[in-house]
């Protein structure tokens, strides 16, 4: 994939504000393909003229649900809105506006603001930094008689430990909403990543494996929670014209649909291509295993790559600053590992956490960044990426 351009999968590559800026990148960090086939299905929707939900909505939201084996998919506008409808939905099912989640404390921003969007308060438990997942260890203690749900992010496209998190869920009567927004394809114990928990929410923001250039997807096995969720997504509209729950107006449309079936029919190229570069990494990057801890795909789960991480070890004799610098002068884009959502956004200052709260999440975000293994990133970039590591280190030896 990427390096095949003909044929078929023949692809358009586009270019954001930000990636126009970038395009000097020798190793970038995101693409988006745009498949012959989805500019057929653009063309057509256009010369229809409808644009709005329609048709192809319809269809890639099964397509979607039919790559997890689950049964229903509702798209929406963005990945943040698939969490803020997927945590409202729980109002179906008794839930208090006020009432807990529990979320990781590193996740891209979005998770947490998703939950109060919502109307719930988030409530953040530790990460591991060897996963960069929320700790199961530290989940029970959090849980108070108004939690309603457990909300694990699976970062990087690295499944969070959903054996112990069902565990505990089951325990405490509490729901389970998946965060795949970065884990399209992941696998976790032979089963996929997305139909594990009550539902799941995707992001179909151009750096995902599907993409519809913005656009989001909530997977669930319950008919009653898709017919909710189809309500939240269109004003909390139920029947003509009655509106029985307070909805969000997070419509998907045509045009993105028609980018999504594109995706999805070479969903498992760009998956293989992904996953190629990631293991390629993994693999390579073992001999810097003094200096930087990155994931690692163990016996029983399926990376489901987003991105490759890359956090210094305690003690190296450089800064993070210092390394992302210097790899940026050397063409390697980055962006830095999140950040500690309660205690490093200046947003979530209300809720008065204080720095060392969260010392893992924290951990990760001052130490690590992490770059593109997308699709049309070949061995050869890889290989690009290595050097210029290693030139890094020699200028520390
Ligand atoms: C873990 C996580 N959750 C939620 C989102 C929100 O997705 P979107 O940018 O499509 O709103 C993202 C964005 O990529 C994400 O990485």
């Known amino acids: 994939m990427g390096q095949k351009e003909s044929g078929e999968h023949a692809e358009m590559k586009i270019q954001s504000g930000q990636e126009a800026k970038k395009a000097g990148y020798k190793v970038p960090f995101g693409t988006v393909s745009i498949t012959a086939q989805a500019r057929t299905l653009i063309d057509t929707a256009l010369e229809s003229r409808w644009v709005t939900k329609g048709k192809y909505v319809k269809e890639f939201e099964e397509q979607f649900a039919a790559l997890f084996g689950v049964r229903y998919g509702v798209a929406v506008s963005s990945g943040t809105d698939a969490d803020a409808l997927a945590c409202a939905s729980l109002y179906d099912h008794g839930a208090r506006r006020g009432d807990e989640i529990i979320v990781p404390a590193l996740s891209f921003v979005a998770t947490g603001n998703a939950v109060f969007q919502a109307g719930f308060t988030p409530v953040f438990v530790d990460v591991k930094r060897t996963t960069l997942n929320i700790d199961p260890d530290l989940i029970e203690a959090r849980i108070t008689p108004r939690t309603r749900a457990i909300m694990p992010v699976h970062l990087m496209g690295k499944p969070a ?30 089963r996929k990543i997305g139909a594990i928990g009550d539902m799941a929410c995707f992001s179909l923001y151009a750096a995902h494996i599907v993409t519809t250039i913005e ?105 993070k600053d210092e390394f992302v610098a210097y790899i940026e002068s050397r063409g390697v884009d980055s962006r830095n590992l999140f950040y500690s959502m309660p205690t490093q956004c200046p947003s979530y200052a209300f809720l008065g956490y204080k720095l060392g709260d969260f010392p893992e999440a924290e951990y990760c975000s001052d130490h690590g960044t992490h770059i593109g293994i997308h699709q049309d990133i070949d061995i050869g970039q890889l290989d690009y990426v290595v050097s210029v590591v290693d030139d890094f280190l020699k200028t520390r030896a």
């Open 215 to 319: 656009g989001g997807i909530i997977i669930t096995d319950c008919e009653n929670t898709a017919e909710a969720l189809r309500s939240l997504r269109n004003h909390g509209m139920t029947g003509k014209f009655t509106f029985e729950r307070i909805g969000f107006s997070a419509k998907m449309n045509e045009i993105e649909a028609a980018v999504g079936l594109g995706n999805i029919a070479i969903f498992q190229d760009i998956l293989n291509a992904r996953r190629r570069n990631m293991l390629y990494l993994i693999e390579k990057f073992a001999r810097f295993d003094r200096f930087f801890i990155t994931l690692k795909e163990e016996a029983h789960e399926k990376l489901g790559p987003h991105a490759f991480s890359i956090i210094l070890r305690e003690g190296v004799n450089f800064s």
């Open 161 to 190: 430990e959903m054996d112990r998190i069902c565990a505990i869920a089951k325990k405490h009567q509490l729901k389970i909403i998946e965060d795949a927004a970065e884990a399209h394809g992941a696998e976790y114990r032979g």
